[in-house]
């Protein structure tokens, strides 16, 4: 296929966890796009090397390598407007930026505060050296330290919840009666959470739980 | 005038601070509409009660009488198809509801944390025992406790106030180039605090009030 998305793997190469790489995952089931998966370690600077630094998600589109997930979304509703559009008119795409913002800034620390400690239990072994060096650095402590306020942790990421929660009980999605791309930025954050958590998230949250199904279910995925 | 709004004041009757009255003070800037302001304080039920409620904002146009910012927003909206719109397409009011779950959710306790014991002072004084037993309940604890925690309250405000500092790096706008009601919502919120607040609010955040003195510039006000 002359399609290629490059993603975040575990050592199991099935478990494609990276919150990034979720956002393009669904941008190119929004545009009808099908492509093929290359999983890809955090170590594997060489494999993506072509694409000129050293994270993915990187899409190869015929001819086409483009990198960064905000990127490659611009990349496809440009390339393909006859598709479903990812951001509707100008206003909604330029609000989408405030979702993107509280997802970066409060939903990924509070998400990663819980399930850090998990995902480096799943790490390919050739991984956990850089993702041990290079997330205790960023956090100030060691991923048992993380691991042992976990407690805490999942408390933040309920209160955390709130305005998705609230937004959820009014409307279906984000962009209101079908999912878009403000939607697949929440959503992948929640997908790597429930997908590297060693405990169940999300089982006291039916309407957000029910949302990522839904979302899921929209693209046949 | 025929049209008339009905806006919470302090005993400074050009004191007007309440957070969703202002939402509705820039939605009719917006809509390029005058009306006249009406003072009322929180134990003016009489003055209201032709509204078939007992809360501010309360929008009488003509023969019309709305309560509730987010029914007034809708109804400017509807009968004011040929002025600015609030919403543009449903895309992006169905993503405004995020950002009001967020200001509604998440800002507005952080603000109250701060403010409450400040409007507590400005407050008419009919209105004193009224707030302090209805705020105290809701907090449980006393306005001179809610006080004592300020220096918390304002650390925890900056950095509440993250995904919004996010956004405006990017934009001019919430809604991109020009205010929207996305805006409105959070001004609101800001503008409480701005002009309640016994200390200074702000003063480290050139980003949010540039776009605060922007969206009061862009409506003549």
Not at 164 to 186: C, E, N, S, V, W
């Amino acid at each position: 296929m002359s399609r290629k998305l490059y993603e975040l793997a575990a050592a199991d190469e099935t478990l494609l966890f990276s919150p990034y790489c979720w956002r393009t995952k669904l941008a190119l089931a929004h545009k009808n796009l099908e492509y093929e998966t290359i999983p890809w370690r955090f170590t594997e600077k060489d494999a993506i090397a072509f694409s000129g630094q050293g994270k993915v998600p990187v899409l190869v589109d015929g001819a086409r390598t483009i990198h960064d997930s905000e990127i490659i979304a611009e990349y496809l509703e440009a390339t393909y407007p006859n598709e479903p559009a990812l951001f509707a008119d100008p206003a909604a795409r330029a609000i989408t930026r405030f979702v993107k913002s509280w997802t970066e800034d409060v939903l990924h620390p509070l998400v990663a505060r819980i399930v850090l400690p998990d995902i480096f239990v799943k790490l390919d072994p050739r991984d956990k050296a850089y993702f041990r060096d290079s997330r205790e650095r960023a956090w100030g402590m060691t991923i048992e330290d993380i691991n042992a306020q976990r407690p805490a942790a999942t408390k933040a990421l309920t209160a955390g919840l709130a305005p998705l929660r609230g937004t959820l009980k009014a409307q279906p999605f984000i962009a209101g009666t079908a999912p878009a791309y403000a939607d697949h930025i929440i959503f992948g954050a929640l997908q790597w959470a429930v997908l590297t958590s060693a405990t169940p998230l999300l089982g006291e949250e039916p309407i957000i739980a029910a949302w990522m199904s839904a979302v899921l279910e929209c693209y046949g995925l």
